[in-house]
């Protein structure tokens, strides 16, 4: 039935079928991130019913979940939203229209990136480059002294042992998202 | 219920306990253990000089430990009857040989330590089960403190608050240091229309129960401030509806369409944090004391009961009824009647018209000599029947007795009792017991026509 398209789209991606949601916004009032969103969870559940796609992907809502799961733990209908978060940005990743998604989006490759390369994330340079990209060069300079007087960041990357199997790890994930 | 114990034709049978149930309807013979209450309940005057004096105190039961009582206690103020019971778990001179004060006081001779338990067995034509109600346990919400804040509390404690006679003098206070509440968090469904962690279904009473709260604060403290977090208001009765937007628009109350995530301490309040579905926001509320409205379930025993009694219930615990539109009050083993909220959560109006539904049901039975029932009822083929009694094991309603011909025994079905369900038909291996109109030749052709 036409009436129930992205539902049953959510539902075949992640499982979750958010037709069980009585909107009684549990995932709202527990969400450590929901005064940022422009659409609170409880109200994505009801845009998924609504079929509001095209509305839907342009949110910043999945894009600033910290995918802490306290939504998915304690709605009362056992629906997993988290996943539903997690599902949605696959979904809008291909086209990002969301201008925030955009350097979200970019921080997250970075961040894997630097775990690909050392094992553990090169904070220095994972933000200086991440800033650059996203034109914004100096925008944490003012921290630096602190930090680096409080050993807080290393001016070096730490490379682990077993590289080789972080790696494998990544790329055995990069086959979930083909 | 004064009434109720003065009038001849009642005979109250107070601080007992079903003990066994045999018969059936029109002829029940039901033991009943009247427990040891330690008072004479002819001699005992009701003059209150054993609670008096009597210097064990123990929490409350009934005031939800919010207030204390004797060993020797009655439950409330206007307990029916007015005779004390005392309680020997906690009493001085049955756990540790001393005291006796109790019976050194009473003017009338009252107090017996000696009392047994007494067994009587007794008569009766029909039975009808009101056992009511019990609150779900909350603590399984580990979000709103598991239970280990002591200024969450329930509606049952707001009660108990409420009364001027009570055990904080009609004062809605604090537990933790017993300062007047200002701020006050109403919390309803919890517990209730929760598939993951409580119970699935709506509790009924509670958006009513929780208005009145609200109401009756803003009435006895007019400076303080009731928020009501809901998911939806179920106000379906006569006035009730009017009576919930009173309560917002004239006494106060600030309604918040939300479930609350979690509730924490902070210094000496609560941080509730809910949401407001309507403006889409988090919402964060500081509050004196926080109520739950927690779901009704039935009591510990009820499954216990349901067992002496050969009544059927559901998953949740609640007693069967035959048809949830058409018959409410009936159980499916005839001559047992059921009414409030054992068979559901359900309020006072309702639940008294149900009572008076069950009062006609039994009228009904005893106004005939004979009862006409469903012809759709085992019956025992004796040419057949081995005498293994399997049938007699399986039947869920004992209705299958042994009767004895020309010095055999062979299984016999006791009419009134049989409600058709077929567990005996389908676990007859020689085919001796058929329901009738539902025999394997009548099932055999049905399923021959269907395939045809």
């Known amino acids: 039935m036409d009436a129930h398209n992205f539902r049953e789209q959510i539902k075949e991606l992640s499982g979750a079928d958010v037709g069980k949601c009585i909107q009684c916004g549990k995932c709202t009032a527990g969400c450590p991130v929901a005064v940022d969103m422009d659409y609170v969870p409880n109200q994505v559940m009801q845009l998924i019913r609504m079929n509001e796609k095209d509305c839907l992907l342009k949110a910043n809502t999945f894009w600033f979940c910290a995918a802490c799961q306290t939504c998915s733990a304690r709605c009362p209908e056992d629906i997993d939203i988290a996943k539903i978060m997690n599902t949605l940005r696959r979904l809008a990743a291909d086209d990002m229209i969301n201008v925030q998604a955009k350097k979200i989006s970019k921080l997250n490759r970075e961040f894997l990136k630097s775990i690909r390369m050392f094992g553990r994330v090169y904070e220095l340079g994972m933000v200086m480059k991440y800033n650059l990209m996203t034109g914004q060069p100096l925008k944490d300079v003012s921290l630096a002294p602190a930090l680096f007087s409080k050993g807080k960041i290393g001016l070096l990357p730490h490379k682990v042992k077993g590289l080789d199997q972080v790696k494998k790890i990544i790329k055995e994930g990069k086959r979930f998202t083909e | ?452």
């Not at chain 2, 919010?66 to 049955?94: H, M, S």
């Not at chain 2, 479930?259 to 902070?266: H, L």
């Open chain 2, 1 to 452: 219920m004064t009434e109720s114990s003065q009038d001849e034709k009642i005979t109250l049978l107070t601080y007992a306990e079903i003990e066994e149930v045999k018969g059936f309807v029109g002829n029940y013979d039901v033991t009943i253990r009247k427990k040891a209450r330690s008072v004479d309940l002819v001699k005992c005057t009701g003059c209150g000089e054993c609670k008096q004096k009597c210097p064990k105190k123990v929490p409350s039961e009934f005031d939800m430990v919010l207030g204390t009582r004797k060993a020797i206690y009655t439950p409330f103020t206007q307990a029916v009857p007015n005779v004390p019971v005392i309680d020997r778990e906690c009493c001085l001179y049955f756990t540790k040989g001393k005291c006796q004060i109790c019976s050194k006081v009473c003017p009338a001779g009252a107090v017996d330590y000696e009392q047994k338990d007494e067994l009587i067995t007794e008569k009766f034509g029909a039975i009808v089960v009101a056992t009511g109600f019990d609150q779900f346990d909350w603590t399984v919400y580990g979000e709103y403190g598991g239970g280990r804040i002591k200024n969450i509390v329930t509606g049952l404690h707001i009660e108990r608050m409420l009364e001027t006679s009570g055990p904080t003098g009609g004062h809605i206070i604090r537990p933790s240091d017993g300062k007047e509440a200002k701020v006050v968090v109403f919390v309803q469904c919890a517990g209730s229309r929760d598939e993951a962690k409580g119970k699935p279904y709506c509790s009924r009473v509670c958006c009513m129960y929780t208005a009145k709260h609200a109401l009756l604060l803003k009435d006895h403290q007019p400076d303080s401030q009731a928020y009501v977090f809901y998911i939806d208001i179920r106000a379906g009765g006569k006035n009730y509806e009017e009576f919930t937007k009173k309560v917002q628009r004239d006494h106060g109350a600030v309604y918040i369409r939300g479930r609350v995530s979690k509730i924490y301490e902070k210094g000496d309040k609560l941080v509730v944090c809910g949401a407001d579905t309507l403006t889409g926001k988090p919402v964060k509320i500081e509050a004196d004391l926080v109520v739950l409205a927690t779901a009704m379930v039935p009591q510990a025993d009820a499954t216990a009961l349901a067992q002496k009694l050969n009544i059927p219930y559901d998953k949740h615990g609640f007693y069967t009824e035959v048809h949830p539109k058409l018959q409410p009050v009936a159980s499916v083993t005839k001559g047992i009647f059921l009414t409030g909220a054992c068979q559901f959560p359900r309020d006072i109006p309702d639940t008294v018209a149900m009572s008076g539904a069950a009062a006609v049901g039994v009228c009904g039975i005893f106004s005939q000599d004979e009862m006409s029932i469903e012809p759709r009822i085992a019956c025992v083929d004796t040419e057949r029947c081995v005498s293994c009694f399997n049938c007699l094991q399986v039947c869920p309603f004992n209705a299958i007795v042994q009767q004895e011909i020309d010095g055999k025994t062979y299984a016999y079905v006791q009419e009134s009792l049989c409600t058709g369900c077929g567990n005996c038909a389908s676990t007859c291996r020689v085919r001796a017991i058929t329901v009738r109109g539902f025999t394997d030749e009548q099932l055999y052709a049905q399923i021959k026509a269907a395939l045809n």
